[in-house]
C-alpha cells in the first residue's frame, strides 16, 4: 500500500522516524540496563568473559566487530528462540564481552561506506552457541514492542572519525555458518539504509557483499541501494513475487590479511571458557525457553515464527509501526537516489 504513497508524506515520516531517539549513549556512559526486560547488561567493563551477559556489539574494523548470538548452547538457542536474549560475541578483547574463538570465523569482509559499516562472512557458528542446523533469523533494535531483538541491544563504533557513537540503526543477521551486520550512521538515510523489516530474506539478499571464505579483507565501498527499495516500488515480504536482490556496490582500496583472532581457543563443547572483567550479569529480564508454539525455517536463511516477534512484518507490528517503516524506506530511498 505504500508504494505509490506521495513522497511528501513519506519525507516527514522518515525524517521524523530518524532523528527520534529515546536516549544516546556511549559505552563509558551506558547504563546497567537500557530497556525493561533485558536479560543482561549496557555496563560491560574491559577484557572479556566468556560468560559475559554484555548487549553491546562494536563494529569498529576487520578485526575489531561482534554478532549478537544465544548465551547459552543447546537445541533450544536458536536465533528464532533466543532472540531477545542474545548477547555479544566479538572477535577483540577489551569491551567486556565474550570472544569469538579463534578458527570458527573462516571468512570475514568489511567494508565502509559513506552511510554505514558491514561486515559479511562465514565460518562455523556453533562454536558461539548456535544450534547446527539454524538457518538463522535477523537481530535490530526495534523488534515488535521497540525495544529490540535482544531487549536493550546497543551497537557502537569508531569507524566514523575515530571516536565512538552509538549506531541508532543496525541489522544483523546470524546462522549456524553465516553472519552479517551492518550499522547506519545516524542521518535520514540511516532507517532505510539499515531496513529490519524483511527478516526472512537472509543476509545476502539484505546485504549483497563478499561472503567467501577462506579470505579476509577491509575495503571502502559505495553506499548500497536500500533492500527492498526499487525505483518508486517497495517490496514487502508476502508480496506475490520476490525481487533479485540489489547487486553489491562497487568496493575499492581493499586490504587483504590472512586471517583474524583473538588467542582464545574453542573448548571441545563448542564455545570457548576464559575468565576476564567482561559483564556476568543475568540484568532484570526473564526469558522462558521454548516459549514459541513452532518455528518454520525459509530457504533464504531467515527464521520465521509463527508467533514469535521474529517473523514477516505482516505478522509482527501494529499497522502504525509497518506505515513508519514503508515511509522510511521509500524516503531513504529517494536520499540515496
Known sequence: MFRYAPLLSLTLASVALAQTYSATYLPSNAPKTSEQGQSGTNQCGSGHDQNSMCQNAYINSLDDWCVFA???????????DTERIEVAWCTKDGHGTRLIPDGAITGAHFVQTPDYVQITGVGDLTKINIPKGDEGGE????????NGNPIGGLVFSNAFGGQYAQMHEWTNFVSDSEFCFRACKDGPKAPALCQHIYDVM????????????????????????????????????????????????????????????????????????????????????????????????????????????????????????????????????????
Request: hydrophobic fraction near 30%; include cysteine; charge should be negative.
Open 202 to 337: 537472509g543476509c545476502e539478499w539484505n546485504m549483497p557483499g563478499d561472503y567467501s571464505a577462506g579470505s579476509f579483507d577491509s575495503c571502502l565501498g559505495d553506499t548500497g541501494e536500500p533492500m527492498g527499495v526499487y525505483g518508486t516500488s517497495t517490496f514487502h515480504q508476502g508480496d506475490p513475487s520476490t525481487p533479485a536482490a540489489h547487486p553489491a556496490p562497487p568496493t575499492s582500496s581493499c586490504t587483504p590479511t590472512s586471517t583474524i583472532g583473538n588467542g582464545l581457543a574453542a573448548s571441545g563443547t563448542g564455545t570457548a571458557t576464559s575468565t576476564g572483567s567482561g559483564a556476568s550479569t543475568t540484568g532484570t529480564g526473564t526469558v522462558a525457553s521454548g516459549s514459541r508454539s513452532s518455528t518454520s525455517v525459509t530457504a533464504t536463511g531467515g527464521s520465521s515464527n509463527n508467533n514469535g516477534t521474529n517473523a514477516a512484518i505482516s505478522l509482527r507490528a501494529p499497522a502504525f509501526e509497518l506505515a513508519i517503516a514503508g515511509a522510511a524506506v521509500v524516503f531513504g530511498a529517494v536520499l540515496v537516489a
Open 139 to 146: 537481530l535490530d533494535p526495534h523488534g515488535a514492542d521497540g
Open 70 to 80: 544465544p548465551p547459552q548452547p543447546g537445541a533450544n538457542s536458536t536465533i528464532g
